[in-house]
């Protein structure tokens, strides 16, 4: 049986930040109409949809024999260090979680959220799960964007105020962009392998320089798209300039395996750092 410090690492904290970045930055936008009870509600349903598509992959490649030889965190199911029973009941576990703190927001603001909720569990379900995964066909990093970028920071906003704007969007631009990257670094760093097992993520379509050319272009974009909330207070995103050009650079050096793994958690630094600069530019706007 698994340790509990092997089911924290099955559960990649280094992904995390891709969970607390919309949430902080919507509550920065709401500012004096912001409901924290609200905001630690979504931040719940965050993080353990987070925590939850990532047992769910470890079990699902598991299954599958994906995982078998892998550089990387820790895989529960393909090292057999725990059951693939065990790592499927912590992902639906981490599905109900998110469903129940999920249920409340609904219930304190809008019905229709439930709808949301079940997607987006079905679609963290099906990103590596049943017969036709989509992240083995090149959608993962659009899926990520879609839900840990403009429905995690749409929606954090929208159960805090109960008003949709545009600038709501504008700002999950840059939100998604580097969850797209914590995800696309992940697939540079197992692309050789994934190829052989069959698994085409995006970085296996594009190749080597195409899938490192495509990390950078997130990095940069979400750099301009911070710029697009159109307030001077948005230039404190650059301050992160030095620590995104660091990372572009190692990427573009061409290191691979063991490697990119501190680039992985130095992506998730970046995350972090960005959606508090970016929530403090919101403040003061």
Same mark, same amino acid.
């Given at each position: 049986?698994?340790?509990? /410090?092997?089911? @924290?690492?099955?559960?990649?904290p &280094?992904?995390?930040?891709?969970?607390?970045?919309? =949430?902080? =930055?919507a509550t920065?936008?709401?500012? #004096?109409?912001?409901?924290?009870a609200?905001a630690?509600?979504?931040?719940? @349903?965050?993080?353990?949809?987070?925590?939850g =598509?990532?047992?769910?992959?470890?079990?699902?490649?598991?299954?599958?024999?994906?995982?078998?030889?892998?550089?990387?965190?820790? &895989?529960?199911?393909? #090292?057999?260090?725990?059951?693939?029973?065990?790592? /499927? *009941?912590?992902?639906?576990? %981490?599905?109900?979680?998110?469903?129940?703190?999920?249920?409340?927001?609904?219930i304190?603001?809008?019905?229709?959220l439930v709808?949301?909720?079940?997607? #987006?569990?079905?679609?963290?379900?099906?990103y590596?799960?049943?017969? /036709?995964?989509?992240?083995?066909?090149?959608?993962?990093?659009?899926?990520?964007?879609?839900?840990?970028?403009v429905?995690?920071?749409?929606? %954090?906003?929208?159960?805090?105020?109960?008003?949709?704007?545009?600038? #709501?969007?504008?700002? %999950?631009?840059?939100v998604?962009?580097?969850?797209?990257?914590?995800?696309?670094?992940?697939?540079?760093r197992d &692309?050789?392998?994934?190829?052989?097992?069959?698994?085409?993520?995006?970085?296996?379509?594009?190749?080597e320089?195409?899938s490192? *050319?495509?990390?950078?272009?997130?990095?940069?974009?979400?750099?301009?798209?911070?710029?697009?909330?159109?307030?001077?207070?948005?230039?404190?995103?650059l301050?992160?300039?030095?620590?995104?050009?660091?990372?572009? /650079?190692?990427v573009? %050096?061409? @290191?691979e395996?063991?490697?990119?793994?501190?680039?992985?958690?130095?992506?998730?630094?970046?995350?972090?750092?960005?959606?508090a600069?970016?929530?403090?530019?919101?403040?003061?706007?």
């Amino acid at each position: 049986m698994a340790s509990a /410090k092997l089911w @924290v690492q099955g559960a990649r904290p &280094r992904t995390l930040p891709a969970a607390v970045a919309p =949430v902080l =930055v919507a509550t920065a936008l709401a500012k #004096s109409n912001a409901n924290i009870a609200h905001a630690l509600l979504a931040l719940v @349903v965050s993080l353990a949809l987070q925590i939850g =598509v990532n047992y769910a992959n470890d079990y699902s490649d598991g299954i599958r024999g994906s995982d078998a030889d892998r550089v990387g965190p820790t &895989r529960l199911v393909g #090292s057999g260090l725990a059951s693939a029973q065990a790592v /499927k *009941n912590a992902a639906l576990i %981490s599905f109900l979680v998110a469903a129940i703190a999920g249920l409340l927001l609904a219930i304190l603001t809008a019905w229709w959220l439930v709808i949301v909720g079940v997607i #987006s569990i079905f679609a963290a379900w099906a990103y590596t799960g049943g017969k /036709k995964p989509y992240g083995y066909s090149g959608y993962g990093e659009i899926s990520v964007f879609i839900f840990f970028g403009v429905v995690a920071t749409v929606g %954090s906003y929208y159960v805090q105020t109960e008003i949709f704007t545009l600038k #709501s969007f504008i700002v %999950s631009i840059p939100v998604g962009a580097i969850a797209c990257a914590l995800l696309a670094i992940n697939n540079i760093r197992d &692309r050789a392998k994934d190829a052989l097992v069959g698994k085409h993520t995006l970085a296996v379509r594009l190749g080597e320089g195409g899938s490192r *050319n495509f990390y950078i272009a997130l990095l940069a974009s979400a750099h301009v798209a911070a710029l697009m909330i159109f307030s001077p207070w948005a230039i404190l995103t650059l301050a992160l300039t030095p620590l995104t050009f660091s990372l572009m /650079k190692r990427v573009k %050096s061409g @290191v691979e395996g063991l490697a990119l793994i501190p680039v992985l958690a130095k992506t998730g630094e970046l995350q972090l750092l960005f959606a508090a600069l970016l929530a403090i530019a919101l403040w003061l706007s």
